[in-house]
Every structure is written in C-alpha cells, then in structure tokens.
C-alpha cells in the first residue's frame, strides 16, 4: 500500500519552496493553488504575501518563477507564467500525470493516503423506533451516516457504528399490557420451533406489531380501568419487573426483524451489536444528573433538573432550559443523551461523536453539546458534530405524503424505486446479453443506488426532491448515469481483446485524455476533504464529473474502433481502467453497487 502524493500537492509544495527562497524572511507561505481553465493551475497567493511584504507582486512572482524552474529536476511542470498583477499560471506535464496516474493504478488503495492523525469516530445513525413503522424521514439517516461510515474507514479512522433506537417511554406501558392480557398478538402463523421454524418476514412483524399498537390505543383510550394498568406497568417497567422487561423484549425483537429487513432493502449491513437503544443507558441516568447537579453545571427549577444558556430564550424571552431532569422524576431525551456521551467518550474511547440527525432537532443537541463541554465530558481531543439533515420533498416541493396525505412508508418507496429500475434495465437487457437473474439483480443495484445516490448528491444541509422519474434516468446527475458509465467501460475493455491497459509516459496527451488524468489524480484529496467536512455530497459531484469527463475522452479518443496505435491504445485502456477502478471505489463509499453489465 502506497501513498500517491497528487500533482497538485507537488505543484503546491514546488511553489511554496520557490515563495520561501525568494522570501526568506516570510517563512512559510501558502500559494493558494487551485484548478483553473487558463492552466492546470493557478496560484494566487502571491499577492497577499507581496502586500504583507511591501513587495512588487510581479517582481516576487517573476522571481518564484525563476525558481520554480531552476529546481525542477524531474520534469513536473512544464509551463509557468506570470499572470495579471502576480497570478501564476502552471501546466505540467503530460509525463507527470501519466507517471502519477501509473502509481495510483499499482496500489489497491488508488493511491489515496490514510489520515494523518487517524482518531475513532462514533456515529450515531439509522435511529427508528420500536413498534413503530420506518417511513421517508428514517431516510436520509440510514443513507448518510452509512455513507460516512464507509468514507471515514477509508481514510483509517476507526468508526464505532451505533443506532440510538426509541426503545424506551410511556408508549410500552400500554403496549406491554396489552400483550399480557392478549399474549398470541404477537405470534407468527406456521411458526414453529427448532426444525419447524420459519423465518418471519419483516413485513409480518409490522404488521403484527401495527395491529397490536392501535388495538392497545383504542383500549387505552376507550378504558379508564385498562388506563390505569397501562400506566402502572411503566413503573414495573422502569423497575426492571422480569416479566415485563421479558414482554417489553419481544417488542425489541420484533421490531428488530422488521428493522433489519429495510435495512436489508437499502443494501446496508446492521448489526446487533451497534443496536444501542436508549434502554441501554438506563443504569446511567442518575449518575448523569448527579454528576451535573453537583458540579453546579445544572441546578433545580421548579423542581425540575435544568441547564440554562445565555443564547437559548423562547418566544417570551425568558431562557429556555434543557430539562435533564422532569419535577417528578422523570428522565427526558437529554438525560439519555449525555449518558451515551459519557458512555462513548469514556467506554469506547470517542475522539468524535458524530449524530446524523434531523435539522430539526439543532437545538437539542446544541444545548446537550455544549452542557457535555460544561461538564468535561467533551474538550479540546473530544468534538461533538451533528451532520444536519433537511427534508425529503415531493415533486411539488412539500413534504412527501401519500395521496391520502399519510406519511409514506419507507419499503413501498423503495420496492417502487426497484420496480422503476428494473423496468429500465429490462429494456436495454437484451442488447447487453442480461439473464432474467441478471435483470431482477440489477433492478435491485439501480432502484436503491437512485434513492441513495439521490439524497447524498445533495448537501445534507439542504431539502431535496423526491422524483422516482429522474432518479432512474439514464442521463443527467443520476446514480444510473455512473452506473452505466462503469459497465460501458467494462465492455470497453472486453471488446479490446488481447490488448492490455498499459501506462505511456512517453505519449502526448489530447485534451480529453489530460482533463480526464488530472481528475483521476484529485480522488485523494477529494476524499480527504470529504471526510474532515462530513460531506458525502462532494464524492457524488467527484463521480458525476468523473463520467462526464470520461464521456467527453470517449468521444474524442477511440479506444477500440478506429484502432489507434498500440502504445495509444493501451494508453487510453489504462485510462479506461483506473476510471472504473476509480468509479467503482468512489460508488461503494457511498453505497452504491457497480453491475458489470448493464
């Protein structure tokens, strides 16, 4: 495993060296370097340095010039010049990226460096809850928070999955006594034991579980005498009564079943052991609330346990507080999540919490963030993030409900997604040789890579559109775009035969070839910057380039027929090659399976 330095970082380090000679008293200057359509590169920072210098920018950047091409030795840049009041424009070589690109196809890594500094992140996503149905908002948690998991792993962070399930609150007294007055609601029809059991589907567990909630609602609402008994088994529950706790665990384990089957559905591995409730920090609750009581950090209101901040007021201007603890005893959302805060800080080692969760809820955590840092439960070696997460929206830009004005459930909108792809796949199956297997496999890949692809080419922070019909197109911004675009290279390569992928240094490069090489340089830092900025959106907008940019060199630069020449050949199936291998590395970072055929 080899880390690849990118042109542009050599770029930047050759012109920072040139900037420290000609400067010496300076120290160390940035040269702000950045992509530009008048070169490869431009670098911009001359001019600030020259001002704090009380320099002539063009005479500095003549000078850095001037030493920029006396050390370069190994043939890295092959133009430089001075631009408007001390700009430099660089081109490199055509050598330099076809060395580099080479380095980046031996490693298996793509050449993409591990973190300097690597840390261990918990990420706290794909929170449904318990007896309850997932829907459209469970989205977007499951898709990004999967999605950094697999990006921060790269870059060797070491992640902590945990899904804070809602398995916990008033809502299982009624439930709990209910199935104790009715103990069959939850069996499953032909299941049996050992040899004879069945497995149970995840749409036969909601539905046992839905059936079960609104007959307990109904009597909870209609009986005052099943009321009371509802409300009493709270208590029991809270005091850990064996057989409550036991019935209060079938709900878990039923919900689990139809839990793990969505997840399932959108292709992402759950495991039992991330599935931390918040049941799970029961036990840390009291503690939590004396250790901030006795640290001055919270302090008594109305007999309620409450932390106060300056910035936090409600409508009347009065300070709103986080209540830690209710005045009659009661623990509330905040004391479960400053127990989890301890618990991963102290128990799993957190340098970073990451909670991919909905905008809506920035307050909470910014007040149980900030009561963490007033308790030294969070510092300076241990952040707290929330990765923000707007709506999913209709095509008419309101939140997505059913005709009937219901909340849509998340399976229908993903077994519509693959009913769509595979419609799309099956039109195009017999001209690329795809079995029926194939097609029903395929219709899986590309239904949920266009959820996914979808919701993480938009920034998190921002509200996005739910259209089924663009999301399976073949062109535009579209996981099927890049989908696609992996599979015509493989048939590329296949049609070419004997010929074999082989880097050409010695060549010149057309324009389509370069524009394609320095973006299949930039994957590194890409991925880089994506992880520090938690923002999976980045490696979308990246790929999407990618295929585009390639279309454009498959146009201008025949690879198979007309058959160029053996060293160009070979060349442009390198660069098919290290494309695919980049798309593919790219596509499953976020989620997205790459078919070989499609």
């Not at 359509?37 to 010039?65: H, S, W």
């Not at 007896?131 to 060797?156: C, D, N, P, Q, Y």
């Not at 409450?306 to 910035?311: K, L, Q, R």
């Not at 058959?563 to 976020?590: Q, W, Y």
Request: proline share 4%; with cysteine; hydrophobic share 40%.
């Amino acid at each position: 495993m080899a880390s690849v330095p990118s042109l542009a970082s050599s770029v930047n380090q050759r012109v920072a060296d040139a900037l420290a000679s000609a400067l010496p008293d300076a120290g160390a200057s940035d040269p702000l370097l950045r992509r530009s359509d008048r070169a490869d590169f431009q670098a911009n920072g001359i001019l600030a340095l020259a001002k704090k210098a009380k320099a002539n920018p063009r005479e500095l950047a003549t000078a850095v010039v001037e030493a920029v091409e006396g050390s370069d030795t190994d043939g890295l840049i092959r133009e430089i010049e001075v631009s408007g009041p001390g700009f430099l424009n660089i081109t490199i070589t055509d050598k330099a990226i076809v060395e580099t690109l080479a380095a980046r196809a031996a490693d298996d890594r793509l050449g993409v460096p591990l973190a300097a500094k690597p840390g261990t992140t918990v990420i706290d996503y794909a929170q449904p809850n318990v007896a309850k149905e997932m829907h459209v908002g469970h989205l977007r948690s499951a898709v990004i928070g999967a999605a950094m998991v697999e990006i921060l792993e790269f870059t060797g962070e070491k992640v902590v999955r945990r899904h804070h399930i809602g398995d916990w609150g008033t809502q299982f007294g009624m439930l709990i006594q209910y199935l104790l007055e009715h103990p069959h609601e939850l069996d499953h029809k032909g299941a049996g034991d050992g040899d004879d059991a069945v497995e149970v589907s995840g749409e036969e567990a909601m539905s046992n579980l839905n059936r079960l909630y609104k007959a307990s609602r109904s009597l909870f609402d209609s009986d005052e005498e099943f009321k009371t008994r509802a409300r009493a088994r709270v208590v029991d529950l809270q005091a850990g009564e064996p057989e409550t706790l036991a019935l209060w665990q079938r709900f878990v384990d039923e919900s689990k079943i139809y839990f793990y089957s969505v997840f399932n559905k959108l292709d992402m591995d759950i495991q039992d052991p991330d599935v931390i409730g918040e049941s799970g920090y029961n036990d840390m609750l009291v503690e939590t609330c004396k250790l901030l009581e006795d640290s001055g950090v919270a302090v008594r209101s109305n007999g309620a346990l409450c932390v106060f901040f300056d910035d936090v007021k409600g409508p009347d201007g009065n300070p709103t507080p986080l209540i830690v603890q209710k005045s009659d005893g009661g623990f509330g959302y905040a004391a479960t999540d400053l127990s989890a805060i301890r618990d991963r800080v102290g128990e799993l080692g957190a340098t970073t919490l990451l909670y991919v969760v909905d905008a809506r809820q920035s307050l909470h955590f910014k007040m149980v963030f900030e009561t963490a840092r007033r308790a030294g439960w969070l510092n300076e070696d241990t952040k707290a993030v929330q990765l923000a997460f707007g709506t999913v929206l209709g095509k008419d830009g309101k939140p997505f409900k059913t005709r009937e004005g219901e909340t849509v459930r998340l399976v229908d909108l993903l077994d519509e997604a693959v009913e769509r792809a595979t419609a799309v796949v099956r039109e195009k199956a017999e001209k690329v040789g795809l079995t029926e297997a194939e097609i029903v496999e395929n219709g899986q890949y590309v239904g949920i890579g266009a959820v996914k692809y979808a919701d993480l080419s938009t920034s998190a922070a921002r509200d996005y559109k739910f259209d089924l019909d663009q999301m399976v197109s073949l062109t535009g911004d579209t996981s099927v775009y890049l989908q696609y675009a992996y599979a015509r290279i493989g048939s590329i390569i296949r049609r070419a035969g004997d010929r074999e992928p082989v880097a050409h240094p010695e060549l010149e490069l057309a324009p389509a070839e370069r524009a394609l090489g320095l973006h299949l340089d930039h994957f590194g830092e890409l991925i880089a910057e994506a992880a520090a900025e938690y923002a999976p959106h980045k490696v979308a907008a990246y790929l999407y380039q990618l295929s585009s940019l390639f279309a454009t060199f498959y146009e201008q630069c025949p690879v198979v027929k007309p058959e160029p020449e053996l060293v160009v050949g070979e060349n442009r199936l390198f660069l098919c090659d290290l494309t695919a291998r980049t798309l593919s590395k790219g596509m499953s970072l976020l989620g997205i399976r790459t078919p070989e055929k499609l």
